[in-house]
Every structure is written in C-alpha cells, then in structure tokens.
C-alpha cells in the first residue's frame, strides 16, 4: 500500500491507505447496508471472476428499485460483509474492479460535515 495521504477537496481529514492493511476490512463488514454497482462496474466484476453478466448478477446482485447492490454475508449478529470480503485474509477479492462506493471510500458526501463518524469507521482518517 501507499504511504501517501489521499486527500479530497471540500473535505476536512485525510485518508492513509496504509491503515487499510492493518484494519481488515472495517469499511466492508459492519450492519447491513447496500454496496452499489452501476452496469459498467458490474461487467468489470463479472469479466473478473470469469462469469457472464447475467450468471454474476444471479449469484451476486440484488436490486433494489432501480439500482443493483452487491449481496452480502452474515458474519454474526448484526455483522455482516460484501460478499466479496475475504474474512481470513481480510481483504476484498475483487479490489482491482471494485465499484466506485468502495474505491472513494472514506470520502462519501455524509461523512463530508461528520467527521467523527468517518473516524469510528475508518483508523486510517488522519
């Protein structure tokens, strides 16, 4: 990983990737939410884990309204993970193709005026 600070205009807190590695995987697991993929991302994943669009979409995506949202895991009460989270080796298993909510993660619009809740979902803000 990195050893740079990632930082995002309009924001007030910087992002080591660095802690990413220490972390294991805090951003993807935690309650039930959605993790949401627009077509494009998800022929990348489909292509990545050697399926066709339709065959991944059966396996791995629920939609929601209009919008598709990777499924999850149950880990444990309360707990769940993408279902694309390795839980032992702590990390995503298709990172490279990961969609665009977990590739501008921690700088999301709701964290932009609450830090302190950026801060108890990720050690790597600074």
């Known amino acids: 990983m990195d050893n740079e600070l990632m ?10 990737p660095s802690a990413c590695e220490e972390c294991g995987g805090h951003c993807c ?3 039930s939410g959605y993790i949401w993929a627009k077509y494009d991302e998800i022929v990348k994943m489909a292509e990545f884990v050697n399926l066709s669009v339709e065959d991944f979409a ?3 995506l629920k939609k ?10 149950k880990l444990a009460e309360d707990n769940y993970a ?9 990390r995503c298993t298709i990172y490279p193709v990961r969609p665009l909510q977990c590739r501008t993660f921690p700088f999301w619009e709701q964290f932009k005026n609450n830090e302190d809740e950026v801060r108890k979902e990720c050690p790597g803000i600074i």
Do not use: P, Q
């Open 29 to 31: 697991t935690g309650e």
């Open 7 to 16: 930082e995002k205009e309009g924001y007030n807190y910087k992002f080591a």
């Open 82 to 90: 993408c279902i694309f989270f390795d839980e032992t080796m702590k």
């Open 64 to 73: 929601v309204k209009h919008r598709y949202s990777l499924i999850e895991k």
């Open 58 to 60: 059966t396996m791995y």
